[in-house]
């Protein structure tokens, strides 16, 4: 039993099987709801044996189920494109700029991969979040001309990684928070932006 790559729920002799001790791509894909691409891709690049063992069909590539269930755990509960708007609290538009210019990478590096297939730790979506808010005290209202970062490119000459940026790299002369959000200002007088961010601003404990 201790070399075979059940499936979840199989059982023997009318029982449950004991925990699992192997996995195979097949398996582990069904176990985590992870694609089998991803899951041999992992697999492939840890096993020191990988050249002879990517010629095996998933069923085939089996290997020891503890050495990666944490991997296969953070990736199972990580988040797609699709649920990077509700998470941020941005437009769809604006998550995929945040995967495309690179604020928030994929835990496996795309590998001709879809945009829409990807998927990214929540951990390190809250850190990208953490750092865009750390310099940003709370305040009751934001000054005349704030405006979402949304919508600041229709207001002000740039985008949406622009505002990110000068926000990132300290070089914004004014920044806060208010009820959730964040307000900044430029040194150059250019209208404030008012970036709404419900889930990563909140206050941390």
Not at 50 to 60: I, L, R, Y
Not at 62 to 89: H, I, Q
Not at 168 to 191: F, K, Q, Y
Request: aromatic share 6%; hydrophobic share 45%.
């Amino acid at each position: 039993m201790d070399t075979v790559a059940f499936h979840r729920n199989a059982r023997m002799f009318g029982k449950p099987l004991p925990a699992r001790e192997i996995h195979s791509v097949v398996t582990a894909a069904e176990e985590f709801g992870i694609f089998p691409k991803f899951i041999r891709r992992i697999v492939l690049a840890r096993l020191p044996e990988a050249e002879v063992e990517q010629e095996k069909a998933d069923g085939e590539l089996t290997f020891k189920a503890a050495d990666f269930a944490d991997e296969f755990r953070r990736l199972a509960s990580a988040l797609l494109v699709r649920d990077l708007p509700n998470y941020a609290g941005c437009k769809p538009m604006t998550a995929q700029t945040l995967v495309r210019k690179g604020f928030i990478k994929p835990i496996l590096a795309p590998n001709g991969d879809r945009l829409g297939i990807l998927r990214f730790a929540r951990e390190d979506v809250d850190a990208f979040l953490g750092r865009l808010s750390a310099c940003a005290e709370i305040v009751q209202e934001a000054p005349q001309g704030a405006l979402p970062i949304a919508i600041s490119p229709a207001n002000v000459p740039c985008t949406v990684d622009v505002v990110i940026n000068l926000i990132l790299n300290e070089e914004l002369s004014w920044l806060r928070r208010i009820e959730g959000a964040m307000v900044s200002t430029d040194s150059s007088s250019t209208p404030a932006r008012f970036a709404r961010r419900p889930s990563a601003l909140r206050p941390e404990t």
